[in-house]
């Protein structure tokens, strides 16, 4: 493996470990955390330049990142020293085009990035670059993105480092992708177009709460990580294949999403794990993923008092689980929402001090949904909203079984003012749907809890209802019950 300085201008800005001769190997320095290995082909080793302005070093890790690309080789952000913490400043996009290599740090607590202003002063915020997948042809041709991988040629890995932003307005007032008045970074890790693999582990992402003018929802990024293949065309076209594996990643303080995830196909594996997400509107985010295997688990996500949704589900058809994960806060579309998903399993879950921030949402949310199956998920506080499962609009083939409702503190469906919450609403277009009786409602182990926990307006198999037929008759007025959602904007 070759290491290379980057010239004399690296070396007065503290590149002090490279070597110029050949045959030089990554396992010849020092530095333990440097000889766990890299990829093969160019190294080039960047160290801090204390340049709190942010030119040099952005500056170093993009040449050094287009310096490593052609082979598929490392770069490695360390000034040696492994009981060190290693400050890199940048005040703009880096930005590299047909890129396949390693971005390494020496762990998530050592190297730090921090992104943000050059000065205080009017001009000198950060500086956005053109952004080709988003803006071919726009008036809007350019995002404040702090690492920008354009069409990789071949796989991503980015391991060991955290990204900062601590300015309350970290770029000066400008238009955002959809015209308004922005101040924010629009992306802290932002990987975007083509076909390729990626990998991105032990990597904390981290925004500011702010009430300056042109924040994205009290916040000061809109986006932490965000990985999309294929090309800017309507879909089903300009989708494209690819792995995507997300281990043991921070966020926090986020105004749009943590984890973004979009247009996969034929084949690609998604595989997100040990997801540590704070006050984020949506913690993990993924949509129009074709014939694919996805994989979110482990994770643990506290919603912003503006959230949308912990986890945010979009046209995944096939090849989804859901497993082990915790979701805790407000949620206008609720904790688990999932809109043209079929063929998943939403398992192991749990729910807690969940809020539907409008009347007519539910903590785990389906809305033309077929085949999936929901099962031994645990609901706690959840009693905002209008149900603890709602499926919704034309769903169908949907198994719900041995959820546990017990500790919902959801009210039922004999409550006329308003009518509910309960555990379970299958809404009137809802056709041929389960419901195992086996779950645990308010009220278990008595037999009858079901009878004022499930209201089904369409037409579903309940399993246990007919122990019910001596109760009274729920009440048919549901608020809110054909209400339409506001679709979303896609990111």
Same mark, same amino acid.
């Given at each position: 493996m070759?290491?290379?300085?980057?010239?004399?201008?690296?070396?007065?800005?503290?590149l002090v470990l490279g070597c110029e001769s050949p045959g030089t190997t990554v396992n010849e320095i020092t530095n333990p955390l440097?000889?766990?290995?890299?990829?093969?082909?160019?190294?080039?080793?960047?160290?801090?330049?204390?340049d709190v302005s942010g030119v040099i070093d952005a500056n170093n890790i993009q040449d050094a990142l287009n310096a490593v690309k052609a082979d598929g080789g490392t770069v490695y952000l360390t000034d040696g020293d492994a009981t060190t913490v290693d400050h890199y400043y940048t005040s703009r996009n880096v930005v590299t085009t047909g890129f396949s290599g390693v971005l390494n740090g020496e762990g998530m607590d050592n190297t730090i990035i921090h992104a943000g202003r050059k000065s205080a002063a009017v001009g000198d915020g950060f500086e956005p670059a053109f952004a080709p997948w988003w803006n071919p042809g726009s008036a809007i041709p350019e995002l404040a993105t702090v690492l920008q991988f354009d069409v990789p040629s071949g796989s991503v890995t980015i391991t060991d480092l955290s990204i900062e932003a601590k300015d309350d307005q970290p770029t000066d007032l400008t238009l955002d992708y959809y015209g308004n008045p922005a101040t924010y970074i629009t992306t802290l890790i932002e990987i975007l177009g083509g076909e390729h693999?990626?990998?991105?582990?032990?990597?904390?992402?981290?925004?500011k709460e702010t009430g300056a003018e042109g924040n994205v929802r009290g916040t000061n990024v809109d986006a932490a990580l965000h990985v999309m293949l294929g090309g800017p065309v309507p879909l089903p076209e300009g989708?494209?294949?690819?792995?995507?594996?997300?281990? +043991?990643?921070? $966020? &926090?303080?986020?105004?749009? #999403?943590?984890?973004?995830?979009?247009?996969?196909?034929d084949g690609s594996m998604i595989d997100i794990n040990g997801v540590r997400a704070s006050n984020v509107v949506r913690g993990i985010w993924g949509q129009a993923v074709l014939?694919?295997?996805?994989?979110?688990? +482990?994770?643990? $996500? &506290?919603?912003?008092?503006? #959230?949308?949704?912990?986890?945010?589900?979009?046209?995944?058809?096939s090849g989804l689980e859901v497993t082990g994960n915790t979701v805790t806060g407000s949620a206008r579309l609720g904790a688990v929402y999932m809109h043209t998903i079929s063929n998943a399993t939403i398992a192991g879950n749990t729910l807690k001090d969940v809020e539907a921030l409008q009347g007519w949402r539910a903590s785990i949310y389906l809305w033309t949904s077929h085949d999936n199956r929901i099962s031994g998920n645990t609901f706690e506080g959840v009693s905002g909203g209008v149900a603890g499962i709602r499926l919704r609009a034309g769903s169908s083939g949907n198994t719900l079984g041995h959820n546990d409702f017990v500790k919902s503190g959801l009210p039922g469906w004999t409550i006329t003012t308003p009518a509910g919450p309960g555990a379970i609403l299958l809404d009137a277009t809802t056709l041929s749907n389960d419901v195992v009786g086996q779950a645990k409602f308010p009220g278990f182990p008595d037999p009858t809890a079901i009878c004022s926990q499930v209201l089904d307006l369409g037409d579903n198999r309940i399993a246990g209802m007919d122990r019910c037929e001596h109760m009274p008759p729920l009440p048919f007025a549901l608020p809110g019950a054909l209400e339409e959602e506001p679709e979303e904007k896609g990111h």
């Open positions: 070759r290491m290379a300085r980057l010239g004399v201008s690296l070396i007065t800005a503290g440097l000889r766990q290995g890299g990829n093969a082909g160019f190294t080039v080793v960047v160290a801090p330049s204390g693999d990626t990998r991105i582990e032990n990597v904390r992402l981290e925004g989708l494209g294949t690819g792995d995507l594996n997300v281990q +043991n990643i921070e $966020i &926090a303080n986020v105004g749009g #999403g943590g984890v973004l995830f979009m247009r996969y196909k014939a694919s295997s996805v994989k979110i688990s +482990n994770s643990d $996500i &506290a919603t912003h008092p503006a #959230g949308i949704a912990g986890i945010y589900l979009r046209n995944i058809p």
